[in-house]
């Protein structure tokens, strides 16, 4: 079993900034690319942002140069730094990570978090 738990969702007001964090928890061999969707009312879900298990980053272009991703690999955990925020960031945030699991290495599976709420507003 696997566990992914986010934090850091809330309001904000525009110009403001959040940080989302994801740890991914339990039956882990590694873990491959991390990343961040949103999906906003009425929308469907976009990446925002992913980064391989290498460090190789890619943005959505409306986020690029506010928005930062990056991984702390010891812990399993990825995280979302956004400033800069506009009230068209507002939307449901998930983590998706690629894991492998001991049981059968060679494969990478697809999770999910939860989501966390990001309001920007004045």
């Known amino acids: 079993q696997v566990q992914l738990v986010e934090s850091g969702g809330g309001l904000v007001q525009p110009g403001g900034s959040l940080r989302l964090s994801c740890a991914a928890s339990g039956s882990i061999f590694s873990i491959d690319a991390m990343g961040w969707y949103r999906q906003a009312p009425g929308k469907q879900r976009e990446l925002v942002a992913r980064?391989?298990?290498?460090?190789?980053?890619n943005y959505v272009d409306s986020v690029k140069g506010r928005f930062t991703i990056s991984r702390d690999n010891a812990k399993n955990t990825v995280f979302l730094q956004m400033n800069s925020l506009k009230p068209e960031d507002t939307a449901v945030y998930y983590c998706?990570?690629?894991?492998?699991?001991?049981?059968?290495?060679?494969?990478?599976?697809?999770?999910w978090g939860q989501g966390t709420q990001v309001t920007v507003s004045s």
């Open positions: 980064i391989s298990s290498g460090g190789t980053t």
């Open positions: 998706n990570v690629d894991i492998r699991p001991p049981a059968s290495p060679a494969h990478s599976y697809a999770y």
